[in-house]
């Protein structure tokens, strides 16, 4: 089997996990706490929006056809501010004072500015004809009441928390957090409170792991470090199938000690991908084992991270409930020629620089994929096509972000 | 004084927060717990990294004059896995076979990869000449001990958490995260949870603002709706204001029924500027109150968000320890024609779509700014320039995330 580019591999695992999920398991939360999470079930409008007539400016509702000439002088039957019902209905030469936010009464069809008027006691003269339906938004107009707004498996951003609360959602039924074990593997592995020997290193993996599981919906669960023993690779392994999903960091790149793939294979994972050819991150294993998906991601810090946030995390959306997993590649121009072989898409930490019409990328150089703290300065990664070899400064080039 | 324009609007707001910033309140938590906060003390290397010369491959570890010519048979004088300490040294003609993110032996200056070997017992023909350096990362050549990692004000996204575990930072230190008071005006607003009357609304601003100021680590407090009475609206503001920041939510669109302002002026507030040239959201206070800075948002839904994304996150980011606090602009090629005229810049709900290489931009079409139910169908903002009238379809333009 020839490795799959990283688009492939994304499509892989999510027919793969598609295959494998049960009904979504829901559980209800408010709405604060729903912000984040994957909506579990359609969410249809309560009632109308606007639920009437709503002015959108301070002024002065009429029938358009009243103001057709101007200055036209009306008679001014009241008043209805926002939070008010509207108390009135127009007859042809009369106006209603209305606040933005306030209902419009009967028969208005628009809304004139209080800028365009002159006040005259019970009297108004307009100075603006206006069309019909201008500042006032009908009933109904944005949403019927019934309509589906919402539908189960969209993530809750802040547009759509605004939308829940608009139509009544206090409490929110949404997908369950899905449990995502992390195992990190190799004797030279240690805890991050420990102070390791000069040829041990830390588990950063882990807590990196982790981290990008909790920005996508998913709740981590980190394993002690696995050491390079059959016995107790195989324990951790079972244990971690237990969770929804088991991530392994180190311990897949085909080297003489490496044992998961034997314990995987004992334990009789079907594999349905060992590489992709993406940049870091080569060897890279998607497979199950009975009804739980497993990855075995590289070890090396930056390969962890790229390759999680690349193809993994497909995973961790879809077993969340959430019905799509995108990437979203922006492009910016480049500060600097690139140069590669285009034999793999190259994921490279890079620094966004500038903002608002004059963004600018350039790769934040480091020694390799373990070097931690040249990727911490990137904010976004560069994606360097395996369809290109080179770009000159000022071309367009894909980032995502990191 | 004559409206400004956003950037501009975001420039005075990070001055004069920055103005009023104290020192930084601190406070220690686990390095799990980090991510998404913003660091509170800059960070050094504990050691050099990598602690030693580590193996980038598996293979065999050589001196590369050895191997200038091949093929090449070397002496095999052990093995090093990762996890270990390197026991050995190299005379010309030795070598050491050695694993992934094992210590090179002394005298080692580079590792041919186990594919380009041939292994006869204690002998190793090596059947590829190297560059010296290749394949075996030199100690201290990413990062040396006591080298500045991370700054203070720096957010701590996954990248930022496998540098701070990599170099042993099982706790961090963190800013405090400022408490920002959330005050939605008006007797048309009503709570969520309450089934409104055809004139009322439900009081979304505060959810979808609390939702905008969680993720950016500041803590909303939402405080009950203000009514339009002056006393009741005096009470909530001088509450709001024992907050680190508080954002009001309507009630400033010069109407004449509103309060906010007469409260704000009777309370010695120094407002700096009233209007921003964007749409949605014209009308946009900022001010302070004694060392309180305060927000007057326009109250449509849609106005709220984005005059609080485009303008007043720049307060919760700095407020929150955030040394900057950018917008990350990206472009994209639009769907189809746009047009406006071109005296405001525009923020407009819309939805990206594809991905790599061919993200397009359409706008979602909605009733107005209060058409929720469209604004939470986009999944980014449209960014159209006052300094552009019109676009063909496949033109670049500015998008930003939702």
Known sequence: MSPLRFDEARSVVFARVREMLGDPQLETVSLDEAHGRVLGRDVR???????????????????????????????????????????????????????????????????????????????????????????LIMAGSETRRGQLVMSA???????????????????VTVCRRPEIAILSTGDEVLPVDSQPEPYQIRNSNAHSLAAQISRRGGLPRILPVARDRLDETRELIEDGLRSDLLILSGGVSMGKHDLVEEVLSDLGAEIFFTKVRIQPGKPLVFGRVGGTPVFGLPGNPLSTMVTFEVVASVA??????????????????????????????????????????????????????????????????MVASDAQASWDAGDWIEVMRL
């Open 153 to 171: 498996g969209r993530r809750i951003g802040y547009a759509q928390t605004a939308l829940l609360g608009t139509v009544g959602c206090a409490e």
């Open 316 to 381: 961790v959306d879809l077993l969340g409930g959430a019905t799509d997993s995108p990437l979203r590649f922006r492009g910016a121009r480049l500060a600097a020629p690139f140069r590669h072989k285009p034999v793999l898409t190259r994921f490279i930490g890079a620094v966004l620089e500038g903002d608002y019409g004059d963004a600018t990328v350039r790769p934040e150089r480091g020694q390799g994929s373990g070097d931690v703290a040249a990727f911490a300065r990137a904010n976004c990664l």
């Open 45 to 135: 409008s309560d009632r109308d929006y606007p639920p009437f007539n709503r002015s959108a400016r301070d002024g002065f509702a009429v029938i358009a056809a009243d103001v057709a000439q101007v200055p036209a002088e009306l008679e001014l039957i009241g008043e209805t501010r926002a939070g008010e019902p509207s108390l009135f209905a127009l007859e042809p030469g009369q106006t209603v004072e209305i606040m933005t936010g306030a209902p419009g009464p009967r028969n208005a069809d628009a809304v004139v500015m209080v800028e365009h008027s002159t006040r005259n006691g019970p009297r108004v003269t307009l100075h603006r004809s206006i069309a019909s339906g201008r500042n």
